[in-house]
């Protein structure tokens, strides 16, 4: 969805070659946003953090379904499922607003072709909103980390807990495909960890320096802005690409080529 709203008014703007302060109404240049430059900058904010708290959602549920079975049996509901997207989007898009009103400025980068929040330059009132953004996207991620990691640890339990080759022929049989299937989602859960932390951290880092190294370096930002929309492009290619059955069949090899070497 953000980069169907996004797209089209990058393309607009080098379509006509006009920034968008001055494809906007309203704005008269670099210095003063236009009304199109404040909402390219309202969904940039928005759709980097409504993702992740989404995110977040899925990790406390992966954790809590295989760490605390009985516990997410009784209080987690489908109901409860259900709300929760509309309830992150609404509080996203509340926090989201806060430039408009006047905390945080909306600001438009080189070469005029995307706006974000000012990440450098500018009192505490300008300044502040950005710090509060990467200090709440800096928890998303530490949470998200310590969820998948949790899973991931009790994913290699339940591995590590099936019967071995050497008990039985029926119970090895039986327990070889749980057992790979497990191994699958660990190596999944392990990937986007990675990918999801490393597409993160940039902007959280660029957003601290401007703030309090009063870093201004427009090409940095533009790089962190990048990485943060590559973990959105790449992330789903991860998952469809491993779960395929010959990637799957892949890994399981590997497995089992290092099992057998010890």
Known sequence: LGKCLLSPIVLAAYAYNRSLSELGPGGRGEDEPGVLC??????????????????????????????????????????LGAALGPAAAGLCALFCALPLLGFGVPMQYCPGTWCFIRMAGGGPRQLGFPVLYASLMGCLVLAIVACNVSSMRHLYGMARRQPRRGTAPAAAAAAAAPRMEELDHLVLLGLM??????????LIIRAYLGAFAADFDENADLSALRFLSVNSIVDPWVFIIFRTSVFRAFVRRVCRRLGSRR
């Open 38 to 79: 404040q909402l390219f900058a309202f969904l940039m904010a928005f759709f980097g953090l409504a993702p992740t708290l989404l995110l977040l959602a899925m990790a406390l549920e992966c954790w809590l379904s295989l760490g605390h079975p009985y516990f997410y049996r009784r209080h987690l509901t489908r109901r």
């Open 193 to 202: 960890t990675v990918l999801f932390t490393v597409c993160s951290l940039p």
